[in-house]
């Protein structure tokens, strides 16, 4: 079938997947064979990495003439997205008035419908941005609140130790 070999041939589309210099601890999406600062020296240290989906619009354009398969979305905004990780990627911010992007706005990753193909009716999905919501950032603080850091690591019997009860 069309859409699970899609998916199997475009991890990153969906899954946001980047790759780390274990030399330099570079982060590049899409992900790299050989990162662009260290080339030999990276040969064989590029890993998958994970991307957290959290970032801040860098810069941003309001798209009026659509490209195919967007008809029905224009006007829609695109941006570059620096992500936490310090990568930047393009994507479309959805959920949003074009006019009240700027710069500095929080994004996150969210999954969203990218284009639908009419002759064979398949749809693709894959990710976009939406602004970050305050219930997201609440939780975030709350949780960096509300979580102690652990004082001390407790006391740990070895695992060959004798039972208690002789
Ligand atoms: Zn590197």
């Not at 999406?29 to 991307?51: A, D, W």
């Not at 354009?61 to 936490?84: C, K, N, R, S």
């Amino acid at each position: 079938m069309t859409v699970p070999r899609f998916w199997r041939e475009q991890p990153q589309r969906y899954r946001l997947l980047g790759a780390e210099c274990n030399n330099c601890g570079g982060i590049y999406f899409p992900p790299r064979t050989v990162c662009p600062e260290c080339r030999r020296e990276s040969i064989g240290k590029m890993v998958q990495r994970q991307l957290s989906g959290r970032g801040t619009v860098l810069a941003h354009t309001v798209v009026h003439q659509p490209a195919d398969g967007f008809e029905l979305q224009v006007p829609y905004v695109m941006a570059i997205v620096e992500l936490e990780e310090g990568c930047r990627v393009m994507a479309q911010v959805v959920d949003v008035v074009p006019g009240s992007v700027g710069t500095g706005l929080p994004v996150e990753m969210t999954f969203r419908r990218i284009r639908e193909d009419g002759r064979n009716g398949v749809i693709y999905y894959g990710y976009k941005f939406r602004p970050m919501r305050h219930t997201t950032l609440d939780k975030r603080v709350a949780n960096s609140i509300a979580s102690p850091k652990p004082s001390s690591t407790p006391p740990r019997s070895p695992a060959g130790s004798r039972p208690r009860r002789s």
